[in-house]
């Protein structure tokens, strides 16, 4: 039962720390998304890359998180410094492009920035 | 002091009933629509797709309806079951969209009682 794996699955940091998710897409996957969902806001595209190359990351505050691919098993997504309005719950979702667009989601990581 | 945040419309059902949950949709160059569900503490789960050159999709206890001319899209639950209850999300891509990147909806929340 192929499964997008995220970790740590929850964090607890306090403000200014560099927080690091990790996210492993399905085998075979070749686009991965990280999304952040919060009670105000919902569910947000922050990235996202196909064969390991960001295509868009119009959604995430530039100055403080960075998301790279560092090969095809692994995705990252990196805050630094955190801000307690960064505490949400993050999801890395992915797809295979040539078929039907869905993505399949982890079970996120859930941020608390003190 | 009361949280705020977004305020998801609530369906009440009552167990062994069908379920009907709504989303409307905004843009007309839409051309694929996904449901997921969402678990308390899960990531969303993929339940069911349709491509705007259809009006009807089954899945196991899952129909989904779209209505292009309203830009409205509909999933039904039949004999809906206490492990239904979740928050329920719609998606859609446009035509000109990159493959994959979607646009959630808000969330409906349906609440399976006995």
């Known amino acids: 039962d192929a499964r997008v794996t995220q970790t740590p699955r929850h964090k607890v940091t306090e403000m200014g720390q560099e927080v690091t998710m990790r996210c492993q897409p399905i085998l075979g996957h070749n686009t991965v998304f990280w999304y952040r969902q919060t009670m105000m806001q919902g569910l947000e595209l922050l990235a996202y890359f196909r064969n390991r190359a960001p295509l868009d990351d119009s959604g995430m505050p530039k100055d403080r998180f960075s998301a790279e691919m560092p090969d095809a098993t692994l995705a990252t997504l990196k805050i630094q410094p955190s801000e307690p309005r960064d505490s949400a719950v993050y999801f890395c979702?992915?797809?295979?492009?040539?078929?039907?667009?869905?993505?399949?989601f982890g079970p996120g990581t859930r941020l608390t920035v003190l | 002091g009361e949280s705020v945040g977004l305020h998801l419309p609530t369906l009440s059902v009552q167990e062994g009933d069908n379920s009907i949950i709504n989303c409307a949709y905004s843009n007309s160059a839409s051309d694929y629509f996904i449901w997921y569900k969402q678990e308390s503490g899960k990531g969303p789960q993929f339940i069911i797709d349709i491509r705007s050159n259809m009006d009807k999709r089954q899945g196991q206890r899952v129909t989904v309806l779209l209505n292009k001319t309203v830009k409205h899209l509909s999933l039904q639950i039949a004999a809906t079951q206490p492990g239904d209850s979740a928050v329920y999300f719609c998606a859609e891509k446009g035509w000109s969209d990159s493959w994959g990147k979607l646009q959630f909806g808000a969330g409906t929340q349906v609440v399976v009682t006995p």
């Open positions: 979702a992915s797809g295979r492009t040539g078929g039907a667009d869905t993505q399949y």
